[in-house]
């Protein structure tokens, strides 16, 4: 396996991460054991099910792409009769959605971030993912993620605050995850409320002033969030948001810094743009806080990502 052991102190992160520490690249995934899936199991308490995920917006108003986001056709529709030779109507669409944004909800596969030309595990990014391959290493593509179920831990930031959610810029601090942390237990996935689904950013209009694109004005969690979190070994960490502040305190050194430390130096999946609403509502009216959490994206190899509803059973 090529894997960079250091990385260089005079550069942001200043660490490694989770490189070589499995004889795979599969990353936090190692820590969804059956161990992990039984506490989920035993967080249920009414059996309640919430679906996690924004309805996809076909107009996507919220990124600097030009071409629809998504598009949607019903290519068949028997309305003025049968199918020839029979009695049964049928009707089928067609469905062409990029993956990754600022709205849709949806996973990331590890081959999705890169820096400074290496991915997680210290791989060579070329060697993991290319537009006429796509990704060329199994572990790192999507479909390693396509049955998680674990035990999740809520955190609804916006409403500890008191306030209904936070304002595009703003950003979730390491210490207003800390009454929670000592409950954390490996392989946990974290699922973290800021009210990003009624209080959206704004899109970028133009270069940063490093002359790189940037994603406007966002909420999200600061940086340090990810190293407190990865620290405790959880599995995934899920947001009703983009994940990274925008504008954010790294803007010298990489665009995406909550992605870059998460994916590529940890090998920790992300979650964005999730719909927390009835979720927070419904843990304010019962004091429950964790219960079972299931992910399954479309089993797409060598995919980079995939639109998703989570699930949450209470």
Not at 77 to 89: K, R, S, V
Not at 95 to 108: A, E, N, Y
Not at 223 to 249: E, M
């Amino acid at each position: 396996m090529d894997v960079m052991k250091e990385w260089p102190a005079d550069q942001w992160p200043g660490h490694s991460g989770n490189w070589g520490r499995w004889p795979n690249d599969l990353g936090t995934l190692n820590l969804l054991t059956p161990e992990a899936t039984l506490r989920g199991a035993a967080a249920v308490r009414s059996g309640k099910t919430l679906p996690l995920s924004r309805p996809l917006d076909l107009e996507e108003t919220h990124q600097r792409f030009t071409d629809p986001f998504v598009v949607h056709e019903i290519i068949k529709a028997d309305e003025g009769g049968y199918e020839e030779g029979d009695l049964t109507q049928s009707a089928a669409d067609r469905l062409s959605t990029r993956v990754h944004g600022m709205t849709h909800t949806h996973i990331d596969a590890l081959a999705h971030m890169g820096y400074r030309g290496r991915t997680f595990n210290g791989r060579y990014f070329p060697d993991v993912v290319t537009m006429s391959e796509g990704v060329k290493i199994n572990e790192m593509d999507i479909t390693p993620m396509a049955a998680v179920a674990t035990r999740a831990l809520f955190i609804d930031v916006a409403r500890r605050r008191g306030i209904e959610a936070l304002d595009p810029g703003d950003s979730v601090m390491p210490e207003e995850l800390e009454y929670a942390l000592d409950r954390i237990e490996p392989g946990d996935a974290v699922v973290i409320r800021i009210g990003g689904t009624i209080r959206v950013g704004k899109a970028a209009t133009d270069l940063s002033e490093h002359g790189t694109w940037h994603h406007g004005v966002w909420a999200g969690m600061d940086t340090d969030c990810i190293d407190v979190l990865a620290s405790l070994d959880v599995s995934l960490v899920a947001t009703d948001s983009p994940a990274d502040t925008f504008p954010h305190r790294h803007e010298a050194y990489c665009r995406s810094p909550v992605h870059v430390l998460a994916e590529v130096f940890y090998g920790l999946p992300l979650i964005h743009n999730m719909d927390l609403e009835t979720l927070g509502a419904e843990c304010a009216a019962t004091g429950q806080d964790t219960f079972l959490f299931t992910v399954n994206p479309l089993n797409l190899p060598k995919g980079t990502g995939s639109l998703v509803t989570p699930m949450a059973v209470l």
